[in-house]
């Protein structure tokens, strides 16, 4: 592809065509784990991110010197699932207007729905640069790959003022998220929720604790090897037993991760009773936030996934003073027990331009639908607008 003469830009068909020493030297340490090369490379190796799965990695890798100075994670995608963006209207205007919606470019990380960087740039390049040239790569590979779509996901602020400027469409959604109030503890916690809510919260950690199960989060490198297999195979049980849920990831991708140095990462909800395991969150760890990515049970446990999921990730944050939690994406269960409604913006630029405009126009009406939604939650929130005290 076309770059300035100093500069290379290449398409990378496997994650591990670049070392991990390269790819991790372009994060800085506030970007999430996931961003790492090998959680990229443990989705690859499990055949969660590949053709089979409708993921075809397609990463840019720009190059100074032979030196890899930026980089975008990149997925030609046959369908939407696993991006956790929400495709039909789209898909529904290009079947009636008789156009193409495949295939499509999309930068992300397969089947994890956590906003941050895409545009991966080196500490030693002029970030305004790295993210332009990027860009123009990008768009020169929609160009050569006849792309329907370019999609940047969940993406970081300056990603979408950039991309804004070059005339990509910019829609909004909302992720709940956990922040931190300055509470000490959990009870801290509670007393910012109304009291209908603080209530329910305590009756339901109650009554599991009842039904004699205990959850604890434990360092996956304190975790016992079997768990990162259970961590798969409860995982896929809870996705099968629920006709809404799809298994996003195999089994073998929590394996592979705790083979790795991401081990260090990952923070596991362990459910036991009577010493064994009965239901798990599978966690990691970031400079300074908590996000959760997959739960699962071996059997139908009442409060189980409220503690699992939610509760244990609260209290863990606030032990070790991490500033919010992300347990992964939609579920009003989270709005309902004190996660905030926070926005989440993703860009695109269609191929067509009669596509191009429709979206256009139609994205505006979004982004505000968006605003109005985002105003109702926040002021029907159970967070109370209140210093945290003791309950």
Partial sequence: MNAPASYS?????????????????????????VLRWHWLEALEYSETASDRRGWRPSHLALRRGGVLVGAVPLYLRT???????????????CEQIGLAWGPRAVSTIPATPVAGRRFLTSPHLDRDMGMRLLTQALLQF???????????????????????????????????????????????????????????IRRERKRLAESGVQVRVVAGDDAPDAW???AGRLYTATAQRHDEGEQLIEPSF??????????SAVRLSAALRDGELVGLAFEVQGNDALFGRTWGLSEPIPYLHFECAYYAGIEHCIRH????????????????RGFVPTRVTSMHRFASGRMHGAVHAWASRERQWVAEKLEERLLGSVVMDLPPTKA
């Fill in 321 to 336: 003073g991490l500033s919010r939690f992300e347990p992964g994406h939609g579920g009003e269960f989270k709005y309902a």
């Fill in 228 to 230: 990162f297999a259970a």
């Fill in 9 to 33: 830009v290449t398409i990378l068909s496997r994650i591990d065509a670049v070392s991990a020493e390269e790819w991790d030297a372009l994060l800085r340490p506030e970007d999430p784990p």
């Fill in 142 to 200: 929609m160009d050569a790959r006849g792309v329907a779509s370019l999609n940047i996901h969940f993406c970081a602020d300056d990603e979408v003022a950039l991309l804004r400027s070059a005339g990509f469409i910019e829609r909004h959604q909302w992720q709940y998220w956990w922040k931190h109030g300055g509470e000490t503890d959990f009870e801290g916690f509670l007393a910012r929720l109304r009291g209908k809510t603080r209530r329910s």
């Fill in 254 to 263: 929590f394996a592979r991760i705790g083979q790795g140095p991401l081990r």
């Fill in 79 to 93: 369908d939407p699932y696993g991006e956790f963006v929400w495709s039909e209207p789209i898909e529904e205007a």
